[in-house]
């Protein structure tokens, strides 16, 4: 049996409106709080005479680790003209659609992140018909569904041990690509999301298996300052095109960005000094730097640090990856690079673009929202979706510039070649979007 034949089952389930992925038709209570915030803020500023009042809502919310994201279709209510100051804009009263997206976070204040309202007979705003949410019937949409699992499940030999576990799989896949249709509407720069290597994981495992949370956690060692720039910064700058940069690496199912962001550094450090590039071994430090978790997390911080006590790094063919932690089994004489100490880098954007065209690539951390379902082009998320305070991995800046008149920065990834443009993610430069500038740092050799 071919492997999309186990999914027949679930496509049957989705043609009769089971556990389905699309809107459900009637109003849901649930909705009615997010909507009401909605219309708080549609209103703000109105005489209490003329503010609009909720009829009707429907739509869905979407869990994500940020929050709920609500998508709202709400029918409101205009009163008609009372007070002369409310008839000013010769708004004429009657009912109004509006398409709502509220982001409702537990430590923060809910947030409107968009608000297009018009008349019922406004196209535009009809999901059932307009762009906000195609949705085609329901049969479609499956077969549809079906048609890019089953290309996701030839392109990443995917592949699970039974028929349930499949149409689970295929639940959240369905889950995913909606989020990433969400990812994408509310994206401000140039970035294609979809269907990634990753479509098939919830929220909770990739969090666990490809993330870091200690980056927010743990208090980070304070380093010293670095060295001061000379300036200016050339206009954009590539350490891959100079050859300070080793390929892209795969971290697996294992937390160890820390590792692989600070080898990343070291590379970049000792091919600028010593003018030998060097692809160094990122599992020295999952199985002997004492300060940091191994595949449960760690900081870059204590990574220079153990790198200096251990007395240096072997190179990955000497210490290769497992991805897991084992004993550690580091020996001296194979060390083949050394660092001196290590240094933070400014929060200034533009001071960190100066020192990494000065000095080489720059170890850094940032929140990760927008990477899962990352496909190409220079992504900057809506700010509340990626919150600078929620840094949960660590990657390396390569490079700077412009593409299509936007800034971005060139950051080395490493969750292997086939995810991103080439294992890179491109990210707007100048807002410190996702925190792109809370944790720079590097090695020093002398
Ligand atoms: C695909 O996955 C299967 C089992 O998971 C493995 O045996 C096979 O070598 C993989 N093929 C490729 C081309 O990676
Ligand atoms: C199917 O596979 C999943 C995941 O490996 C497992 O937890 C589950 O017990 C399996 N179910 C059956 C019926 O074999
Ligand atoms: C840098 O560290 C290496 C290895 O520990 C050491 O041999 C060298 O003397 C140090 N350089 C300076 C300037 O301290």
């Known amino acids: 049996m071919e492997v999309w034949q186990l999914l027949l089952p679930t496509l049957w389930s989705l043609l009769r409106g089971g556990e389905g992925w699309r809107l459900p038709p009637a109003s849901d209570p649930a909705l009615e709080a997010p909507a009401r915030f909605a219309m708080e803020v549609y209103n703000r500023g109105r005489d209490l005479g003329a503010a609009a009042e909720l009829l009707s809502v429907r739509g869905r919310g979407l869990k994500m680790a940020q929050g709920q994201l609500y998508s709202l279709e709400v029918t409101l ?75 996701f499940l030839t392109t990443y030999n995917k592949s699970y041990a039974n028929a349930t576990e499949t149409q689970r799989r295929l639940g959240i896949f369905a889950r995913n690509l909606e989020l990433a249709r969400k990812v994408q509407e509310l994206d401000r720069g140039s970035a294609e999301y979809g269907v990634t290597k990753f479509s098939d994981l919830t929220e909770e495992e990739f969090r666990t298996s490809y993330l870091n949370p200690l980056l927010s956690s743990l208090p980070g060692r304070a380093l010293r300052p670095g060295p001061a720039t000379r300036g200016p910064a050339p206009a954009s700058w590539d350490w891959r095109d100079h050859g300070a940069v080793t390929g892209v690496k795969n971290q697996g199912a294992c937390g160890s960005c820390w590792a692989f962001s600070v080898t990343g550094n070291v590379e970049g450090q000792w091919f600028l000094r010593r003018g030998a590039l060097l692809a160094l071994s990122e599992q020295e430090l999952v199985d002997c730097d004492t300060l940091d978790q191994a595949c449960g997390g760690g900081l870059p911080s204590n990574a220079y640090t153990a790198i200096e006590k251990l007395g240096g790094l072997e190179t990955e063919k000497d210490y290769s990856y497992e991805g897991r932690k084992e004993r550690c089994s580091f020996s001296p004489d194979k060390a083949r690079v050394y660092i001196n100490s290590s240094v933070d880098l400014s929060r200034d954007e533009e001071e960190l673009a100066t020192w990494l065209a000065e000095n080489g690539p720059v170890s850094i951390a940032l929140n990760a929202f927008a990477m899962q379902f990352y496909r190409r082009g220079v992504s900057h998320p809506f700010r509340p979706l990626c919150s600078p305070w929620f840094i949960d991995h660590a990657v390396l800046l390569v490079g700077y510039g412009h593409r299509s008149g936007i800034p971005f920065w060139a950051i080395k990834n490493s969750w292997g070649p086939d995810w991103g443009e080439e294992g890179y993610y491109y990210l707007y430069r100048g807002a410190r979007a996702c925190g792109v500038n809370a944790m720079a740092s590097s090695a020093i050799v002398d």
Do not use: N, Y
């Open 77 to 151: 209510q205009e009163p008609p003209c009372g007070p002369p100051t409310a008839c000013e804009d010769a708004r004429p009263s009657g009912t109004l659609l509006c398409h709502f997206e509220v982001l409702d976070q537990m430590w923060a204040k809910q947030t409107l992140l968009k608000q297009d309202c018009g008349r019922p007979g406004d196209q535009r705003l009809h999901w059932t018909s307009g762009r906000q949410a195609p949705a085609p019937a329901a049969q479609e949409d499956s077969v549809q569904l079906i048609s890019l699992f089953k290309d």
